[in-house]
């Protein structure tokens, strides 16, 4: 069975700081790994994800995310944030095991950006 | 349109009634799926079809009912709604065999059952 484990439920940070979103995932196949963005009163948007390659994955609104497969995690981060990148946060996993390929979610951490 | 169209956006239903949240993609994608967001628990799967014509069972399907008749549409049905069912209902669709791409999801329907 896989699972995903946001270890923060909420990260206030000032704007132009720089910031980290922990993502912890447990899986007993192969995996893919996702970063979706929710803004208040919207759906969820793709982020960034990993497939396959190059460890470091680079997505939308200058964020990144690195998969570290010894630590099982795949954490996000942006080096300032604005304002605009107040919104929830959801890491998710989807193993590689055909017919359903399950996806499973984290519970979410809602990042507050300061003036 | 593009992308995926949720319908309605929010609702108030008496304890009871019948109601169908609707959901229609124009991308053409084969996998849809029906997610409810609850606070703290996260995107739960309440249930999904990789092709028009089949469906399956998600994490928490009892008390809902789905159809995939075509490969735009994916309603989703309360036969008989009860307070628990109070959430906010995502449909998402993709496209599988095509290098395990992200999912694209509707804005939402709020629903209250009272």
Redesign the interface.
Known sequence: AQSVTQLDSQVPVFEEAPVELRCNYSSSVSVYLFWYVQYPNQGLQLLLKYLSGSTLVKGINGFEAEFNKSQTSFHLRKPSVHISDTAEYFCAVSDSAGGYQKVTFGTGTKLQVIP | IAG?TQAPTSQILAAGRRMTLRCTQDMRHNAMYW?RQDL??????IH?S?TAGTT?KGEVPDGYSVSRANTDDFPLTLASAVPSQTSVY?C?SRE?GQ??????????TRLTVV
């Open positions: 995926i997610y703290g628990l996260g995107l739960r799967l999904y990789n399956g995502f998402a599988l290098g395990n791409y992200g999912y694209t999801f509707g804005s939402g």
